[in-house]
């Protein structure tokens, strides 16, 4: 891929970062929606700031890890008739996909979160609920950085099907 190859490695690379990422917050929503059970139940508490950071952590966790589960095919796929084609033709079919769906949707989904994030973060948007957390402009903030995450991601995944696509051999 020559000159290619260092920028698909650090494409790759970010997708990881936020991939792992995601997981630490996994983790952390695990413990946070435990506590509230536990405070809930075994002690009659109740915290709308803390159920909100599930909502808030629940939103990250999707926005990070979609450029990771692309990464790593973990996304939805329709392998009824693919499965059946050959390795390059299935490649041509990523790179068809990824040019006519894929990266319009990331294009999509970054021209229609832009206003909404900079009317948020113009507002310093907060909470609407007495006791909620203030900052909900740095969640909404993900949308955008999600779609770049997913465009990045899509484009080294585009560029590697091109390459399969267009070596010689079967197909």
Known sequence: MGLT??????A????ELAGRLAALMAIALVGL???L??????????SVAAQEAVLWLHAAIFLLGLAYALRHGAHVRVDVFSQRWSPRAQAWVEVVAGLLLLLPFCLFMLAMSWDYVAASWSAREGSRDPGGLPGWYLVKALLPVSALLLMLQGVAGILRALARARTPGEG
């Open 5 to 10: 190859a260092p920028a698909l490695r650090w």
């Open 33 to 35: 929606v435990f506590g």
């Open 12 to 15: 790759d690379a970010i997708s």
């Open 37 to 46: 059970v536990v405070a809930r139940y075994g002690l009659g508490l109740g």
